[in-house]
């Protein structure tokens, strides 16, 4: 059910899908958090405290859609393995134990008809033959920036292309993951398609794909037709065509910035995702195209 949200009709909101006030172990309350996001040109926020569901309408007397949210955190016994597992659109829980597994809270989320999140996988430690058979997890974090500001492991790319290789199909998420104790807000976001500003609209998009992550730059169009890529960006430096094994392409701007950018598949791919290199180094991931 993965849309290509370039070419969709409607109109491009930027949010943050994960974030931490004072009711658990962030240092902001909700009302600063909900102002903070509201001043930096954010159309959405989802405020995910640990296994409580906290009140939006901080978010939404700023002036911002408000995504009911919640981060559940548990520990799962097949991976040996703790797991963060960030809920969107939350509609009856307003708590939420934790499971047994990282597939049992999938499910009650899912009962829920809220979208999964795994977070941070690479902080967790988390590899990817652990989640071959996990079902219904919507999104991976490919980008958190607290962790990346605070232990380095921000970043799942291995993750994701290796449970990419293993078949399964999922939306590549970049968040802040706001705790307020360093500079960690406004590092990683989401750009969602939706024809209607609500959070519901956002949430449907988020879990059929039609979104894509940043940190800065944007991408304006991204296609794979007969055997031709193309794409466009703000100006970047390169655009990584991430795929299959040793498949994928790195094309490179020839002497400043470029926003158009094409390749020719050669063979083998099994999907192409895309990644734009802004020159200052910040970048922007496109969820898969399956081929
Ligand atoms: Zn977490
Ligand atoms: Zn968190």
Redesign the pocket.
Same mark, same amino acid.
């Given at each position: 059910m993965a849309v290509n949200p370039f070419g969709l009709p409607g109109e491009w909101l930027k949010g943050n899908t /994960?974030? /931490?006030t004072n009711l658990s172990d962030g240092e902001l309350s909700p009302a600063a958090v909900a102002d903070w996001y509201a001043g930096h040109g954010y159309d959405f926020l989802s405020i *995910?405290d /640990?296994r409580i569901l906290t009140s939006h309408a901080e978010i939404e007397r700023a002036g911002m859609i408000g995504v009911p949210g919640m981060?559940v955190n548990g520990w799962d016994e097949a991976s040996d393995c703790e797991y $963060?597992l960030?809920a969107l659109g939350l509609k009856d829980l307003d708590t939420l134990p934790p499971g047994r597994s990282l597939q049992e809270a999938i499910n009650n989320v899912k009962d829920d008809g809220a979208v999964t999140i795994l977070?941070h996988p690479h902080w967790l430690g988390f590899e990817a033959p652990w989640l071959e058979s996990i079902r219904e997890l919507d999104c991976l974090e490919i980008f958190n920036a *607290?962790c990346q500001l605070l232990t380095g492991k921000g970043y799942a790319r291995q993750t994701v292309d290796g449970l990419l290789a293993l078949g399964n199909r999922f939306g590549l998420i970049a968040s802040d993951?706001t $705790?307020w104790r360093g500079d960690d807000a406004g590092k990683g976001w989401v750009n969602v398609r939706v024809e209607e500003r609500t959070s519901a609209a956002i949430c449907e998009a988020i879990m059929t794909g039609a979104f894509y992550g940043s940190q800065g730059p944007e991408i304006h169009d991204f296609q794979v037709e007969d055997k031709r890529v193309t794409a466009r960006t703000s100006p970047a430096t390169a655009v990584r065509f991430m795929s299959w094994r040793h498949t994928g392409q790195v094309a490179l701007a020839e002497g400043k910035p470029q926003t158009e950018w094409a390749i020719d598949l050669r063979g083998g791919e099994k999907w192409v995702r895309l990644e734009c290199v802004a020159p200052d180094g910040k970048v922007a991931w496109s969820n898969p195209i399956y081929l």
């Amino acid at each position: 059910m993965a849309v290509n949200p370039f070419g969709l009709p409607g109109e491009w909101l930027k949010g943050n899908t /994960h974030c /931490h006030t004072n009711l658990s172990d962030g240092e902001l309350s909700p009302a600063a958090v909900a102002d903070w996001y509201a001043g930096h040109g954010y159309d959405f926020l989802s405020i *995910t405290d /640990h296994r409580i569901l906290t009140s939006h309408a901080e978010i939404e007397r700023a002036g911002m859609i408000g995504v009911p949210g919640m981060e559940v955190n548990g520990w799962d016994e097949a991976s040996d393995c703790e797991y $963060h597992l960030v809920a969107l659109g939350l509609k009856d829980l307003d708590t939420l134990p934790p499971g047994r597994s990282l597939q049992e809270a999938i499910n009650n989320v899912k009962d829920d008809g809220a979208v999964t999140i795994l977070a941070h996988p690479h902080w967790l430690g988390f590899e990817a033959p652990w989640l071959e058979s996990i079902r219904e997890l919507d999104c991976l974090e490919i980008f958190n920036a *607290t962790c990346q500001l605070l232990t380095g492991k921000g970043y799942a790319r291995q993750t994701v292309d290796g449970l990419l290789a293993l078949g399964n199909r999922f939306g590549l998420i970049a968040s802040d993951d706001t $705790h307020w104790r360093g500079d960690d807000a406004g590092k990683g976001w989401v750009n969602v398609r939706v024809e209607e500003r609500t959070s519901a609209a956002i949430c449907e998009a988020i879990m059929t794909g039609a979104f894509y992550g940043s940190q800065g730059p944007e991408i304006h169009d991204f296609q794979v037709e007969d055997k031709r890529v193309t794409a466009r960006t703000s100006p970047a430096t390169a655009v990584r065509f991430m795929s299959w094994r040793h498949t994928g392409q790195v094309a490179l701007a020839e002497g400043k910035p470029q926003t158009e950018w094409a390749i020719d598949l050669r063979g083998g791919e099994k999907w192409v995702r895309l990644e734009c290199v802004a020159p200052d180094g910040k970048v922007a991931w496109s969820n898969p195209i399956y081929l």
